[in-house]
């Protein structure tokens, strides 16, 4: 590799991440949609500044990812991001054999940079898959699940549910939509135990709730290769969700060191 | 794989300066007594504008916070041509006279980091303060032309640092030649150019910017002018006096 060709893969990787999270930018609420679903967000970003002591208009908020914002793709952060585009970098240099996979992608953004972290390091043989219901996230299931209970994720629904066809045109916009990138839609009971994925070298929860992780974990942590990335993006924000990791661990004996991201996301490698 | 990543990266460029595919949300003045009520505590009334890709291309329109008006395929034309200048080995800086927010320039310098050439500067050229006052009588040409009426076209140095911030793109290859034209090219550090575009809209602008910069552009550079088919002002300062 010469540096030239390392300088413009990190230029390009950068600018996306800036496009991805509207680094440094001015959002509008997008104009079609309903107040309801304006006041909603609103309300998000009000009470988590509140809860988290932060002021919405801080360039820290966007580097953190502790807002819901109106355009961006993402809204994990930069500091999430930047630590994805590690891990996959880090798998393509380890030759760590398997697919990336996401569970719960909202409008798509973590994706559109795995993809993008392929197409720049030339990999032609991994595909990204995006797993989500596409309709946000389920109706918490608390008979079977008690710590999902009081969690009311659903009622967000017009703000977390992405459908689609509108994540596809996200990959559009860049440029990065091709047979490479591979959708399961619907909830994760009923497509993740089947999925046609072989090995996974990258396996990202975002699911939000215990029943989201959980199911995630127990159909795919298996798959993941040794020396893969198993990264869960509220483990720090959402109880329930680090119930489902620390429970799943507990049960397979998993001990690897879980490392903080930025304070809500953590990974670890098997 | 080399120059496909190139080519994405400043492809990703192109479209970001121009807000390319993205529909726009124009601010609706609503005047009462001079004053635009609904801007008031932040609230600003827009009209959505559906993105239309041949005006964007021929850069007949211009989103509210895009970097630059130029459009599409003139922002791909300036990168073909600092991509031949780099790759005929032309001599020479990059010039542009009448930057408005800078994202004609943040192109150039995309391409040099895309290229990693680190010996060539950007030179952006602008009063900073919009278009100048026409001075009708030194350039009769400029008469009708008063486009320092416009606020708009006035764009500050700290924008387009911010603006070239945002890219990641500001460093000491960037250079910032603040003033009006007549005072600040004459004696502009410039030895060479490799790439001069002219976009100061005015007969004076250009007919400044060419007779302090043209003997400096390296044989092989390129003359880029933005306004020669839309201005006829602009026109005349490059063919020369017709019958005057």
Not at chain 1, 78 to 98: F, K
Not at chain 1, 132 to 156: E, H, M, T, W
Not at chain 2, 57 to 65: K, M, P, R, S, Y
């Amino acid at each position: 590799m010469t540096t030239a060709e390392h300088d413009v893969r990190s230029l390009y990787l950068d600018l996306l991440r800036r496009n991805l999270t509207r680094f440094g930018m001015h959002e509008q609420m997008p104009s079609d949609w309903p107040l309801r679903r304006r006041l909603l967000l609103k309300t998000v970003n009000a009470l988590t500044s509140v809860r988290r002591g932060t002021s919405p208009a801080d360039q820290r908020t966007r580097e953190l990812g502790l807002d819901w914002p109106p355009e961006a793709e993402t809204m994990i952060g930069m500091q999430r991001l930047t630590s994805l585009q590690n891990c996959v970098e880090t798998v393509l240099a380890e030759d760590i054999p398997g697919d990336l996979v996401e569970t719960g992608v909202w409008r798509g953004g973590a994706c559109i940079l795995m993809r993008a972290v392929l197409a720049a390091h030339g990999d032609t043989a991994r595909s990204v898959w995006l797993a989500d219901s596409f309709q946000g996230v389920p109706r918490s299931d608390a008979v079977n699940y008690k710590a999902d209970k009081g969690i009311r994720a659903d009622l967000a629904a017009g703000i977390l549910g992405v459908s689609e066809a509108e994540v596809r045109a996200n990959f559009e916009r860049y440029g990065l939509l091709d047979e490479r990138v591979r959708f399961l839609p619907g909830w994760f009971k009923d497509t993740l135990h089947n999925a046609p994925i072989d090995r996974i070298a990258v396996l990202r929860l975002d699911g939000d709730l215990y029943e989201s992780t959980i199911q995630a974990l127990d159909a795919l942590y298996p798959r993941l290769s040794s020396g893969g990335f198993c990264i869960v993006d509220d483990y720090l924000a959402v109880k329930a969700c680090q119930q489902a990791v620390t429970d799943y661990r507990a049960k397979h004996g998993i001990s690897a060191l879980i490392v903080d991201i930025d304070g809500t996301g953590v990974l670890w490698r098997k | 794989m080399n120059s496909d990543l190139r080519s994405r990266y400043l492809e990703l460029v192109r479209r970001d300066v121009t807000r390319y595919g993205i529909d726009d949300l124009v601010p609706v003045e609503f005047l009462v007594f001079g004053r635009n009520v609904l801007k008031a505590r932040n609230l600003t009334l827009v009209r959505r504008r559906p993105f239309d890709s041949r005006k964007r291309d021929l850069g007949e329109d211009c989103a509210v916070d895009a970097e630059t008006m130029i459009g599409m395929q003139r922002l791909t034309s300036l990168q073909r041509c600092v991509e031949s200048v780099l790759a005929d080995g032309v001599p020479g800086d990059l010039v542009e006279c009448g930057v408005w927010r800078g994202g004609a320039s943040i192109l150039m310098r995309a391409v040099l980091a895309a290229y990693d050439d680190k010996t060539r500067c950007v030179w952006l050229a602008d009063s900073f303060a919009g278009c100048p006052r026409p001075d009708t009588a030194n350039y009769r040409a400029d008469a009708e032309l008063r486009f320092d009426r416009f606020a708009g076209m006035a764009v500050s140095e700290s924008q387009v640092r911010a603006n070239f911030e945002r890219y990641g793109l500001l460093d000491d290859q960037v250079r910032f030649l603040p003033g009006w034209f007549k005072d600040t090219l004459p004696g502009a550090p410039i030895d060479r150019i490799a790439l001069l575009r002219l976009d100061g809209d005015l007969y004076e602008s250009t007919i400044q910017a060419l007779d302090a910069l043209y003997p400096r552009l390296s044989p092989g550079g390129f003359c880029i002018i933005d306004d020669y088919q839309t201005i006829a002002a602009c026109r005349q300062a490059v063919t020369g006096p017709v019958g005057d």
